[in-house]
């Protein structure tokens, strides 16, 4: 069972979309990382669920993605685990996109 859940990213409006988060975006938790200058947003859904898949390792564990931007041709996205609520930042090329519900 997570401890954090879409439900909950979305009713506390812990997420970021359609425009370039901020540092104070980042402070308020509404983002995991910001780029100065800003990035540009990627068109997805957010949040949502998405694998994240260790290059070394090949090892996936779930994440909820927050956060979509583009800054110079390099796709990043802000994710938040929803089983400690830790959150970091990586490549797109890192994550299989699975959408809204909860896999299983």
């Not at 901020?22 to 995991?32: H, S």
């Not at 996936?60 to 796709?75: H, K, P, Y």
């Amino acid at each position: 069972m997570s401890t954090v859940s879409i439900a909950e990213i979305e009713e506390g409006k812990l997420f970021i979309k359609g425009i370039p988060a901020t540092e104070n975006d980042v402070k308020e938790g509404r983002a995991v990382f910001f780029v100065d200058p800003g990035g540009n947003p990627i068109d997805m859904d957010i949040p949502q669920y998405a694998w994240h898949i260790d290059n070394e390792t090949k090892q996936s564990t779930l994440w909820i993605i927050v956060q979509a931007e583009e800054q110079g041709g390099v796709r990043v996205f802000g994710a938040v685990d929803p089983e400690t609520g830790g959150n970091f930042a990586g490549l797109d090329n890192e994550f299989l996109l699975i959408g809204r519900k909860l896999p299983g």
